[in-house]
């Protein structure tokens, strides 16, 4: 078995690790961004019965409403419909999420 010789030289090293820490500088500056745009976002869900569930892009809750007439109902009842509130709100957030990491993802250059 021959040992195949490489083909890389030290100053085509230096210039890949460079294109590779520009590349990442900028991924990582277009994160920060995503990360706060997400911070910023607000979300509304709401389920069947009136309640509302408002989080932001990180998915931390912001407020929660709940008609009154739905307390009558039990806690099961009510803990059901904030579920199906914040899912709501979640599944709308999730999708940005995904969005804005797709479009970093999509800017990237490819490294040669």
């Not at 569930?53 to 407020?63: C, F, K, L, Q």
Request: charge should be negative; avoid cysteine; charged fraction near 20%.
């Amino acid at each position: 078995m021959a040992l195949r010789r490489s083909t890389l030289t030290m100053e085509n090293y230096r210039e890949k690790l460079q294109q590779f820490y520009e590349v990442a500088a900028l991924v990582e500056q277009q994160a920060k961004q995503v990360q706060v745009d997400l911070e910023q976002a607000e979300f509304e869900g709401s389920s069947g019965k009136g309640v509302h569930a408002s989080i932001h892009g990180t998915y931390a809750p912001i407020v929660i409403a709940i008609p009154e007439a739905l307390l009558v109902e039990g806690s099961e009842a009510v803990a059901e419909q904030i579920l199906e509130a914040y899912k709501s709100a979640y599944q709308q957030a999730k999708a940005l999420r995904q969005t804005l990491i797709d479009q970093v993802l999509e800017g990237v250059p490819q490294l040669q």
